[in-house]
């Protein structure tokens, strides 16, 4: 998992930097140094953890997409193209609108 320690190393800038620009602080962030940074995050894969995150803005952007199976059926739902497309699909539709998205598979919805 990458921190924002090695973005700031590769960006030769701050922790703090890269933090404002993840946090969309950018009064004090040159242009060139925003795209420097956004790219980095894009290139190495950075995912923001979702827990402080959550916190500070009451809410924590995941939806959960939970799937029943019927007993017998667990070993063939993940092979299954519909499964895969249809949660695609979920995910490309939340995605346009800042979510991102965890899948549950379960035998029992309580």
Known sequence: MVTIKEIAARAGVSTATVSNVLHGNLKKVSPATVEKVRKLIDEMGYVQSQGPHAALKGGSHLVAVIV??????????????????????IEQALKKHGY??????TRQIM
């Open 68 to 89: 029943q199976y019927q007993i017998g059926v667990e070993n063939s739902l993940l092979t299954d193209p519909f499964y895969g497309v249809v949660i695609g699909v």
């Open 100 to 105: 991102d998205i965890i899948c549950c598979f």
